[in-house]
Each structure stands twice: as structure tokens, then as C-alpha cells.
């Protein structure tokens, strides 16, 4: 009664467990605990609850296949020996009779089972045997004398006689040949199973105990295992939410916490990387914004202190670093909005060749002034299918970028060619090339290949970042080479349109 007051109790606990928001630590034992307390409930079931049956139906299913085995053969002249041989290993009582009830086999344990029936059983049993197609096997309860030591008289050995109930299975059989009736009759008692269940029963209580403290104490030492791992990775994870991202510390255990430690940890070199790339970023547009603010207030200061000094020259430098300020502003904005997605791609069929050579126009006016050339190879005019304006803005910053970067010959190609169905165009400059580890930044905002930060001759600096974003969105190939002290090659892929059909 104590135990079954415990149990409920426990199970009102488990009610209240909310374990869907428990740590592994709390769920890890109790799963290991449902799992030993199901499979301990299959054996109680099997072992206790219905154990008797199962015994009853193994057993009737033994003396059916023997009886079915003594059918098949009792007309054959080895059927005697056959009978014995069943009657000694199953320990079941063996009597073949004709139907008038006369022996002609009997099983050698005939002498110890009681096989003798009346013949009124006799009777009944082959009317049950006829009603079944000729075989019927039943189970029931039959009462036998015992006899045992009278012991309330010890000066004398007498014997009482009581009567006890057993449980017996009988199989009839009738089989019918050329010459006579054979009635195949075996009778099996099933032992009490009394002592038997509560032996189990203790072994069961006893091994019930044991397994389920061996499955919590497992539970907990598997779960600090895991636990641990993962705490740790999770120290880290906050660590970083903190905006801290010196985490390089990989944790190990099993597979999978090893492989979320690398990735947390590449995170971290990433966010750090970016972090750094951010504070670069404040700082180069600060400096590319205050140095034509200082330059347009220093002039024009000069000119309003200085009546000398109003000169077209000094209202030029004005304008210039004006617009300067105006392409800085524009492509922090292009930048933006390529980042975000508002920016759509409006295709349409046109000439790439034109769209170069107007680039190239723009940028003589800029530049020719200070010795630069730039010259474009081509054979034929070609069309594309792009945006024109954003493919115009990656040959203007591809151009630019050539430009500060060339070097003393201060000469820029651009060479147009034509390979299966795709137009390839490739700006190339002299200057200092750029190391292999670093070709894969460049594409960075504000990205340089040293650490000092210079102001460019054209262009925003942030160039390169809105030429990848622009290629991306038209799905295009583009790439870099480089070689050091000879100089570098951009260029990009668009396919060829064919407006003769």
C-alpha cells in the first residue's frame, strides 16, 4: 500500500514537471527513466500478469503439434516407438484406442498421468473430436486425490486423503483407414505457477529499483556530459552578443559541439573582421567628407577676407570639391540601396559598346588634364541585355579605380571581346598589383592594399563594393587578376543579344 501511495505521488510530481522548458539536465534522466520504467512494465506484464497464460497456450501448443505428429503416423509400423519416444520428451500421456475404447498404443507414462477415463469421457471426448474436423484440444480444471501423512496421530503412519484441483489440456484426435478407427488421445497437466510468479515478482521488485537509480544516476553523468559542452559554447554566444569577439577558444567533445564551437568561433573572426571593416568605413567617409568640407571652407573664407583672391581658378576648387562631396554622397546612397534591395534592375536590350565609349568620354574631361589616357579595344559594336545605367556605373568605378591605381605611364585599357555568346569586358591599369591573399577583399568598402588611407584622384573609394553589388543583382561572372609590379585586370561577363533576328 506504501508503494502504491509513493508511486501516485510520484506521478503527480511528473505532472507538474514542466519539461518542455527544462534544461537537459532535468530531461536527459527522466526519458532514461521512462525508458527503464516501459520496458520493466513489458516484463511485469510478461513475466507476471500474463505469464500463466502464455504458459498455457506454449504448452497447448506443444501437445497439439505432438498429437498432429501421432496422427499422421499411427498407422505406420513404427508408430509405437514413436509414441513412446513423444510420451517420454513432452511428459504427456499417450493412449490410442480403436473407437470402441481398446487399447492398441499407450505412452510409457501412461502409469503416472491417470490416462484412464471413463467411458463416458470417453464418448464425449470423440463427439467433441467430430464437431472439429476430427481434432479438438481443450484446457480445463479436474480434481485427483492426494494422499499425505496423517500427522495428528504420530504414534502411527496413516495417510489422509484430500482432493487438490489441477489444470489439464487434452488433446482428441480420430483417424479414419482402409482397415479401422484409431482415436489418438494425449493428456498434459500444467504445473502450478503459484511459487513460480512470486519468485519473479520479487526478482522484478528488486531489479525495478536497481535499473530505475541506474538510469538516474546515468541520466545525470550523461547530461553533464553534454551539459558542459554546451555551456560552455554558450558563455561564448554571450560573449559575443556582448560585442566582445575575442573568442578562440574551441571546445571539444563530441562531434557535433565541436563543429558548432568552429562555426562560433568563425563567427566571432567574422564579426571581428567586420567590426573592423565598420570602424574603417566611419573613419575613411569622415575623412573623405571633411576634406572637401575644410577645402570649401578655406576658399571661400580666403575669398571673402581676400578681394584679390576671388579668381575663377579658386571658384573652380570650390566646385570641384563640391562635386566630389555630391559622388561620395550619391554612392554611399547607391551602396545603401543596392545593400538593401530597393534598388530593381531594369533590363533592356542595348549597345554595351556605346555605353563604354561614352564612360571613357567622361572620364577624358576629368583626367586628361593630368596626362592620363585611357584606350579601348574593340572590333564591332556589340549589344547586351542589362541595365544600362548600373552596368554604366561598374565601367565608370571599374575606370576610376584603374585610374588611381595605374601606374607612372598613367595609361588604362579596356578590351572588349566576344567568347561563346558572352561579351567579356576587361579594365586593365600598370600600376603595383595586388598580393593573392588580399584579392578576395578588395571588393570591401574603403578596402585598401596598405593600411593608409589616401584620398582618390576620382571617385567616392567605396567603388568597388557597388561594382559587386550591381553584378550580383545582374547574376553576372566578374573577377580579379593580379600581378605584382605589372599591374591588375577587372572585368565581368554579360551575354551577347543578337538583334539581327
Known sequence: MKLKNKIKSLLEKLKQLDLKNSSIKVKLPFYLLVFVLTTLILLWLVEVVFFENIYTFVKQDSLTRAGNRIVEEVDKKHADKLIEKISREDDVCVAVTDEFGNSIYSGINNRDCNAKISLD?????????????????NTFFKEEPVFDINASDPGSIKFKQTMRIIKQISYTGIVHTENRTYIVMLDARLTPLDSTVDLIRILLVMVTVILSLF??????????????????????????????????????????????????????????????????????????????????????????????????????????????????????????????GASECTIKTYCITDS????????????????????????????????????SQVLYNLCTNAINYTGEDK???????????????????????????????????????????????????????????????????????????????????????????
Open 121 to 137: 469421457d470417453f464418448m464425449l471426448r470423440i463427439h467433441d473430436a467430430q464437431i472439429h474436423n476430427g481434432i479438438y484440444v
Open 215 to 340: 538510469a538516474l544516476w546515468l541520466g545525470w553523468l550523461l547530461s553533464k556530459q553534454i551539459t558542459k559542452p554546451l555551456l560552455t559554447i554558450t558563455e561564448q554566444a554571450q560573449q559575443l552578443a556582448s560585442g566582445d569577439y575575442d573568442v578562440h577558444q574551441i571546445v571539444n567533445g563530441y562531434r557535433e559541439v565541436q563543429k558548432l564551437s568552429v562555426t562560433l568561433n568563425q563567427a566571432a573572426e567574422d564579426l571581428q573582421q567586420v567590426e573592423k571593416l565598420r570602424n574603417e568605413l566611419i573613419a575613411n567617409i569622415s575623412h573623405d567628407l571633411r576634406t572637401p568640407l575644410t577645402m570649401i571652407s578655406g576658399y571661400a573664407e580666403m575669398m571673402r577676407d581676400l578681394p584679390g583672391e576671388n579668381t575663377p581658378e579658386n571658384i573652380q576648387v570650390i566646385l570641384d570639391e563640391t562635386n566630389h562631396l555630391s559622388r561620395l554622397v550619391n554612392d554611399v546612397l547607391d551602396l545603401s540601396k543596392l545593400r538593401s
Open 356 to 391: 563604354i565609349l561614352a564612360v571613357i568620354e567622361r572620364l577624358q574631361a576629368l583626367t586628361s588634364q593630368e596626362g592620363y589616357h585611357i584606350h579601348f579595344d574593340y572590333h564591332d559594336k556589340v549589344y547586351t541585355e542589362a541595365d544600362e545605367l548600373q552596368i
Open 411 to 501: 595609361t588604362v585599357r579596356i578590351v572588349q571581346s566576344i567568347h561563346d555568346q558572352t561579351i567579356k569586358i576587361a579594365i586593365i591599369d600598370t600600376g603595383e598589383g595586388i598580393r593573392e591573399e588580399e584579392i578576395d577583399k578588395i571588393w570591401e568598402r574603403y578596402y585598401r592594399t596598405n593600411s593608409d588611407h589616401t584620398r582618390a584622384k576620382v571617385g567616392s573609394g567605396i567603388g568597388l563594393s557597388i561594382v559587386k553589388r550591381i553584378l550580383e543583382q545582374h547574376h553576372a561572372q566578374f573577377g580579379v587578376s593580379s600581378e605584382l609590379n605589372k599591374g591588375t585586370t577587372f572585368w565581368f561577363e554579360l551575354p551577347l543579344k543578337d538583334i539581327s533576328k
